[in-house]
Nanobody, 125 residues
Framework: QVQLVESGGGLVQPGGSLRLTCTASGRTFIFKDYAMAWFRQAPGEEREFVAAINWAGSSEWYRDSVKGRFHISRDNGKNTVYLQMNNVKPEDTAVYYC????????????????WGQGTQVTVSS
C-alpha cells in the first residue's frame, strides 16, 4: 500500500559526502501530510534517530552527533526526502532507513508508520 525506497548509499571515505534519497509511493499515501525522518542502525545496535523534517519542510531536527554535518530536506512535489551527509565519520556507518509519521514526527522509531528497506552507508578509508 505504501512504499518507501531509499537510495544513494555506498562506500565513502572519512570526511567525504554523499546524499541519500527516499521516494514514497502508494495510492492512499499523502506525502505532504507526513513528517519524514531518517534513522540508522549499525550491526548489533539499536536503531537510532538521525534527522526529521516536518510536513512543510520548514522545521528540522537532528541528533547531536550529526548537527552541522547532515542536512535533511524534502520535495513534496516529488514525494521525496533527502539526507545530505557531509564530513562523514566512521561512526556514521550503518544502514539508513527512511520513515514516515502521520502525526508530526518524533525522535522515537516507534512513532513512525512506514519504513523503507534501508540503504547501506559505509565510511572507511
Amino acid at each position: 500500500q505504501v512504499q518507501l525506497v531509499e537510495s544513494g548509499g555506498g562506500l565513502v571515505q572519512p570526511g567525504g559526502s554523499l546524499r541519500l534519497t527516499c521516494t514514497a509511493s502508494g495510492r492512499t499515501f499523502i506525502f505532504k501530510d507526513y513528517a519524514m525522518a531518517w534513522f540508522r542502525q549499525a550491526p548489533g545496535e539499536e536503531r537510532e534517530f538521525v534527522a526529521a523534517i516536518n510536513w512543510a519542510g520548514s522545521s528540522e531536527w537532528y541528533r547531536d552527533s550529526v548537527k552541522g554535518r547532515f542536512h535533511i530536506s524534502r520535495d513534496n512535489g516529488k514525494n521525496t526526502v533527502y539526507l545530505q551527509m557531509n564530513n562523514v565519520k566512521p561512526e556514521d556507518t550503518a544502514v539508513y532507513y527512511c520513515a514516515a509519521d502521520g502525526e508530526g514526527g518524533d525522535y522515537s522509531s516507534a512513532a513512525y508508520d512506514y519504513w523503507g528497506q534501508g540503504t547501506q552507508v559505509t565510511v572507511s578509508s
